[in-house]
T-cell receptor
C-alpha cells in the first residue's frame, strides 16, 4: 500500500509568518499534489508535480509556492501567511498521472494562521 | 467547465440498511473517470471505487456499488448493509482529459445503531 507522510500534523503561525509543509511518499509515484480542504468547498488543488524539479499550477495557487526536490519529497511554502490560508492541507500521490489512477493521501496538516 | 455537485450535505440512516448518495457532473469529454473517496473522522481520505465512462456495467467493490446513469450525468454511490464504521464524509470526483480531479463538496453519512 502506498504511503504518504505529511509533517507537521498541526501548525500554528501568525499573519505574515513563514510556513513550510512537508510531504514524502515512499512508492516512487511520479505525481504529487497539494490540496486544501475547507468546509463547503471539498478539496481544491493548489499545486502539483510530475517529477523532481517540476511544478504545475493548480486551481488555487495564489499565496503558495511549492517545490519538488526529489521523487519522494514535495513541499508547500507559505511565505507570508494570511488568515485566509487557515485550512486543512492534504498531500497526495499517484503513479503515472493516468486518468483512471487513484490518489493516495497523507493524513493532513491542520494550519491555523492567527 | 467541469463541475461535480453533491447536493446532499448530510444523510442519516440506521445500521444495516442501504443508503444511496447522489452525485452529478458536467463535462464535455466523451471519455472520463468517476471516483468516490471516503474521509473518516480522523481525516484520512481513502479511495473506494471508480467508474470508467465507457463501461456500461456498474462498478462494485465489496459492499460499495455505483449507479452510473450516463444520460443524466449521474454517479450515485450505494452502500449496502451499512455499518457504524461507514460513518464518514463521502466525496465524488471526476477526471477528464485535463487529467486533474474535480471534487464535489462531500456528503456526510451518519450511521445510527
Amino acid at each position: 500500500e502506498a504511503a504518504v507522510t505529511q509533517s507537521p500534523r498541526n501548525k500554528v503561525t501568525v499573519t505574515g509568518g513563514n510556513v513550510t509543509l512537508s510531504c514524502r511518499q515512499t512508492n516512487s509515484h511520479n505525481y504529487m499534489y497539494w490540496y486544501r480542504q475547507d468546509t463547503g468547498h471539498g478539496l481544491r488543488l493548489i499545486h502539483y508535480s510530475y517529477g523532481a524539479g517540476n511544478l504545475q499550477i493548480g486551481d488555487v495557487p495564489d499565496g503558495y509556492k511549492a517545490t519538488r526536490t526529489t521523487q519522494e519529497d514535495f513541499f508547500l511554502l507559505l511565505e507570508l501567511a494570511s488568515p485566509s490560508q487557515t485550512s486543512l492541507y492534504f498531500c497526495a500521490s499517484s503513479d503515472g498521472g493516468v486518468s483512471n489512477e487513484r490518489l493516495f493521501f497523507g493524513h493532513g496538516t491542520k494550519l491555523s494562521v492567527l | 467547465a467541469q463541475k461535480v455537485t453533491q447536493t446532499q450535505t448530510s444523510i442519516s440512516v440506521v445500521e444495516k440498511t442501504t443508503v444511496t448518495m447522489d452525485c452529478v457532473y458536467e463535462t464535455r469529454d466523451s471519455s472520463y473517470f468517476l471516483f468516490w473517496y471516503k474521509q473518516t473522522a480522523s481525516g484520512e481520505i481513502v479511495f473506494l471505487i471508480r467508474q470508467d465512462s465507457y463501461k456500461k456495467e456498474n462498478a462494485t467493490v465489496g459492499h460499495y456499488s455505483l449507479n452510473f446513469q450516463k444520460p443524466k450525468s449521474s454517479i450515485g454511490l450505494i452502500i449496502t448493509a451499512t455499518q457504524i464504521e461507514d460513518s464518514a464524509v463521502y466525496f465524488c470526483a471526476m477526471r477528464d482529459s485535463n487529467y486533474q480531479l474535480i471534487w464535489g463538496s462531500g456528503t456526510k453519512l451518519i450511521i445510527k445503531p
